[in-house]
């Protein structure tokens, strides 16, 4: 099962998170998402005595690779705006044909 990782960029942009959503505490962080998702994945084998710890090291070491998704935030503002952009395109396009009449 791969491990559920999501990004979080900072305030001012400038640094990116990557952390493992199911196993708290598993978080790095880098200036680019790329590095922050491979600084993550270097660290694994750090994070496990804390999984061995909570009991967990099986599941732990049965983790299979890092999965990024979208945050809620993202995903919410991401779908808005493409949506809107839509409804932009529709509005610029006037399929009745009335306004080129209007102009006359």
């Known amino acids: 099962m791969p491990v ?3 990004l ?3 305030p001012k942009g400038k640094k990116t998170v990557a952390f493992a959503v199911d196993w708290p505490g598993w978080s ?6 790329e590095q ?3 600084t993550l994945e270097s ?7 804390i999984a061995a710890s909570a009991g ?4 732990f070491d049965a983790a299979g690779r890092l ?10 503002r991401h779908s808005a705006y493409h949506v809107m952009d839509h409804a932009w395109e ?4 006037d399929l009745s044909g009335e306004a080129k009449s209007l102009d006359r």
Do not use: C, I
């Not at 790095?28 to 998402?33: F, M, Q």
């Not at 967990?56 to 599941?59: L, T």
């Open 4 to 6: 559920r990782t999501v």
């Open 8 to 10: 979080e960029r900072g």
């Open 28 to 33: 790095r962080g880098a200036k680019t998402p």
């Open 36 to 38: 922050s998702v491979a």
């Open 43 to 49: 660290y694994r084998q750090r994070y496990r005595p």
């Open 56 to 59: 967990m090291a099986k599941e």
């Open 67 to 76: 999965k990024v998704s979208w945050t809620l935030p993202f995903l919410v």
């Open 90 to 93: 529709m509005e610029d396009k």
